[in-house]
T-cell receptor, first 117, second 113 residues
Framework: GAGVSQSPRYKVTKRGQDVALRCDPI?????LYWYRQALGQGPEFLTY????????KSGLPNDRFSAERPEGSISTLTIQRTEQRDSAMYRC???????????????FGSGTQLSVL | AQSVSQHNHHVILSEAASLELGCNYS??????LFWYVQYPGQHLQLLLK??????LVKGIKGFEAEFIKSKFSFNLRKPSVQWSDTAEYFC???????????FGTGTRLKVLA
């Protein structure tokens, strides 16, 4: 596609439910990032993939959060047993650059607005 | 650890006023610096970036930013804002040779027509 695509655009769920957020990066982009943005805050790093390898997951808040990118393209961020504090905008970004050549800009998707009731 | 500070959280200006948004970062090594913008209803997009060379960089829509290494600053400027500049602006830093980008908390700019 022309840009980074994220789905769903909005997700409302009840506390305790699991959610899966999808990111389809720009074709051929090597690097993929997940960020979380709470209201009034900047994007906060969650995790980074280089091709299919999850190189850094240091930003994932706890073990309820996981991410995968099994074929080096589409990625899924899963939140298990959601809590109200998980409510935020979840942003995916991709970049054509391989790790260590990060002089490239990030291309962001429109984000998924998650609301946990 | 790297961090980015944006001092102005909300800015309101009239059209034609000049704009300067502050950005300071904390990191001792070489960095790449970015300003991203999010217009209402749109995704984050790059406004301008600094990697090396001339510390005064020019971006889209008449924006520019100056890297002052001694002050660890990368302030965004525009001589005359327009109503269409109403948006949220984020400063970001990336340590050279790494993959992680750290964002500031953002500045919401509202330009009154």
């Amino acid at each position: 596609g022309a840009g980074v695509s994220q789905s769903p655009r909005y997700k409302v769920t009840k506390r305790g439910q699991d959610v899966a957020l999808r990111c389809d990066p720009i074709s051929g982009h090597v690097s993929l990032y997940w960020y979380r943005q709470a209201l009034g805050q900047g994007p906060e790093f969650l995790t980074y993939f280089n091709y299919e390898a999850q190189q850094d997951k240091s930003g994932l808040p706890n073990d309820r959060f996981s991410a995968e990118r099994p074929e080096g393209s589409i990625s899924t961020l899963t939140i298990q047993r959601t809590e109200q504090r998980d409510s935020a905008m979840y942003r995916c970004a991709s970049s054509p650059s391989d790790r260590g050549k990060a002089n490239e800009k990030l291309f962001f998707g429109s984000g998924t607005q998650l609301s946990v009731l | 650890a790297q961090s980015v500070s944006q001092h102005n959280h909300h800015v309101i200006l009239s059209e034609a006023a000049s704009l300067e948004l502050g950005c300071n970062y904390s990191y001792g090594g070489t960095v790449n610096l970015f300003w991203y913008v999010q217009y209402p209803g749109q995704h984050l997009q790059l406004l301008l970036k600094y990697f090396s060379g001339d510390p005064l960089v020019k971006g889209i829509k008449g924006f520019e930013a100056e890297f002052i290494k001694s002050k660890f600053s990368f302030n965004l400027r525009k001589p005359s804002v327009q109503w269409s500049d109403t948006a949220e602006y984020f400063c970001a830093v990336n340590a050279r040779g790494t993959y992680k980008y750290i964002f500031g908390t953002g500045t919401r700019l509202k330009v009154l027509a």
